[in-house]
């Protein structure tokens, strides 16, 4: 249960029915390092309810993001959010059992210590790393190496290599670079627009000199052949704080891109959109994932009916026209041309 339950620190997704008559529930305060599957888990000695009504109710198009400090109503069976204006229950004090530390495939880890004190902040811990998928736009914010030291056709582990640099005034000494090629090109699922193209992962650098035309720069790491004419860009450091942020409009978009390229998109795995800063996506935004609904085959009516929300997933960076998002939690597969949409309160 480990891996499951860290993932979703700060995705708690309820279900917003109107109480029973005379229920007295119990009130619990969300606290930070509270997770889904540990409130259904002790309350309704079931970690599996949450994602699978989650999945499936057509009323939870627009589910609650619960902040630490917020109250939960426990039912006989089911939890509800305690609106802010309702009267409240007399509240349960309960202890919370220490969330388990995990790392899920060395990648994401909750940020430890977890307080038992109500928080005004969520964050979490995610991973750096490469690139993946580079926007039509970014392309022209991209250096390359030109020439080596040598003749040797392939460059590995500690050559120098020269550099081309598109903005080589804001080039200095030490900064870190990852290294990539180019791969197939990317299409939006919908207007077939260019979006921009794949991207392996050949390595890292770190720039050493710079000189009036070109910068110098010392391979740090080689995980594939890096060849003349293999592109650089600014390597995204690892193991940055996210703090989790509201949304400020409501704007929808498409997946676009995987980062390593796969057919089937599951949890922990960073994909690309097409909401970028100029849509209003910032980092730590929180994204819907979904599919349109097909009708069952007894349907009485030609209607749209709502979507089946597949996913969420923490937007990690944000560039004009796209964006990196983490994949939190996954109730079904999950695939480039599913749509995307903010959290909105």
Same mark, same amino acid.
């Given at each position: ?9 700060a995705?708690?997704l ?13 009130? %619990?305060?969300?606290? =930070? ?7 259904s888990e002790?309350?309704?000695?079931d970690? %599996?309810?949450?994602p *699978?009504?989650?999945? *499936?109710?057509p009323?939870?198009?627009?589910? $609650?993001f619960? %902040?630490?400090?917020q109250k ?24 919370q059992?220490?969330?388990e ?30 690139? !993946? ?6 392309l ?5 190496i030109?020439?080596? &030291? ?15 640099m ?11 670079l990852?290294?990539?090629?180019? !791969?197939?090109k990317?299409? $939006?699922?919908?207007?077939? =627009? ?8 050949? !390595?890292?650098?770190e720039?050493? +000199? ?20 293999s592109?650089?860009?600014? %390597?995204?450091?690892g193991?940055p704080v ?26 922990? +795995?960073?994909?690309? &959109?097409?909401?970028?800063? *100029? ?8 994204l $819907? ?27 990690l ?5 796209s ?7 996954a109730?079904?597969?999950? +695939?480039? !041309? +599913?749509?995307?949409s903010?959290?909105?309160?």
């Amino acid at each position: 249960m480990t891996l499951r339950k860290s993932f979703l620190l700060a995705c708690i997704l309820l279900l917003p029915l109107t109480a029973i008559a005379g229920q007295n529930p119990q009130i %619990y305060t969300i606290k =930070k390092g509270d997770t889904l599957w540990g409130i259904s888990e002790q309350f309704l000695k079931d970690p %599996y309810y949450w994602p *699978n009504l989650w999945s *499936n109710n057509p009323e939870l198009l627009n589910p $609650h993001f619960i %902040y630490p400090g917020q109250k939960l109503a426990i039912y006989d069976g089911r939890i509800e959010i305690v609106p802010a204006e309702a009267p409240q229950a007399e509240e349960v004090v309960t202890e919370q059992p220490a969330t388990e530390s995990a790392e899920v495939a060395e990648e994401l880890e909750v940020v430890e210590p977890l307080p038992t004190e109500v928080q005004e902040e969520i964050t979490i811990k995610i991973p750096g790393g490469g690139i !993946g998928f580079l926007g039509v736009d970014d392309l022209n914010s991209v250096g390359r190496i030109i020439d080596a &030291t040598d003749n040797r056709l392939i460059l590995g582990t500690g050559d120098t290599a020269f550099l081309e640099m598109d903005k080589l005034g804001a080039t200095y000494p030490g900064t870190r670079l990852s290294i990539f090629s180019l !791969g197939d090109k990317v299409y $939006h699922p919908v207007s077939k =627009k260019l979006m921009g193209y794949q991207v392996y992962e050949l !390595g890292t650098m770190e720039i050493v +000199d710079v000189h009036s035309e070109v910068a110098s720069g010392r391979i740090v790491t080689a995980l594939r052949e890096i060849l003349r004419g293999s592109l650089v860009a600014p %390597y995204i450091i690892g193991d940055p704080v996210i703090s989790l942020k509201r949304a400020q409009s409501a704007v929808s978009g498409y997946l676009v891109a995987t980062q390593r390229g796969q057919s089937t998109i599951g949890q922990f +795995d960073v994909v690309f &959109t097409d909401l970028g800063s *100029n849509a209003g996506v910032e980092v730590g935004n929180l994204l $819907h994932i979904s599919r349109p609904r097909k009708a069952s085959t007894a349907s009485l009516a030609d209607l749209k009916l709502p979507d089946i929300l597949v996913g969420e997933g923490l937007v990690l960076s944000a560039s004009a026209q796209s964006s990196a998002v983490l994949v939190l939690k996954a109730v079904d597969t999950i +695939d480039v !041309g +599913d749509r995307v949409s903010t959290f909105m309160e």
